[in-house]
């Protein structure tokens, strides 16, 4: 699994994208829209899990929030770090607007090991199927914690939530995920 931000070359793109932030920020039109296509595959990565029945949706609201918020970002080398925030905002937002959350279907699935992503980052369509039934707020709790490698207190920072819900949510998720994994 790749690290998050990093790159198609393996490298560290944080300062490559602090340059485009800055500027962007300044105005530069083509730096704004080079880092929307670089951060494109990021937030795709993070809103398929979360909004699996509105993943356009939610990449089109996380990038609209990204380049609407962009000039508020006090930090450049943040970046990715406040887009992962962004985005999760954004896509727990869409997903709960849609509301179509279905109860979790045992049948479909044999086994909880195979929660790694494959090496293009995405995830195996059975355990997408597995995330895709659970409720919005279990959703983004496991792929913060999970995928994302997030503690706990940096998952509920970013969901707003108390450090105490998030490990109640995340038993709760861990529990409906390998209920429906192991039958």
């Known amino acids: ?4 931000g990093e790159d198609e070359a393996g490298g560290e793109p944080w300062p490559t994208a602090a340059a485009l932030v800055r500027a962007a920020q300044g105005g530069d039109a083509l730096a704004m829209d080079e880092l929307l296509t670089t951060v494109t595959p990021y937030v795709t990565r993070l809103c398929r899990p979360i909004a699996p029945h509105d ?10 929030a990204v380049f609407k918020g962009l ?22 937002r869409v997903a709960r607007r849609t509301a179509v959350e279905e109860p979790a279907d045992p049948a479909d699935l044999a086994r909880l090991g195979a929660l790694h992503t494959a090496a293009d980052g995405e995830l195996p ?8 039934r659970l409720p919005v707020r279990h959703r983004a709790v496991l ?8 503690d706990e207190a940096a998952v509920a920072e970013l ?5 105490g819900t998030v490990k109640s949510r995340l038993h709760r998720a861990r529990s409906s995920f390998r209920k429906a994994w192991s039958r």
Do not use: H, K
């Open 143 to 150: 792929v913060l914690r999970e995928l994302e490698g997030l």
């Open 125 to 132: 369509a059975d355990v997408r199927d597995v995330l895709a």
């Open 55 to 64: 993943v356009p949706d939610a990449v089109q609201e996380s990038l609209t």
């Open 159 to 163: 969901l707003g939530i108390a450090p």
């Open 71 to 92: 000039r508020a970002l006090r930090d450049p080398l943040a970046f990715y770090g406040w887009v992962r925030t962004v985005t999760v905002r954004e896509a727990v």
């Open 1 to 4: 699994m790749r690290i998050q």
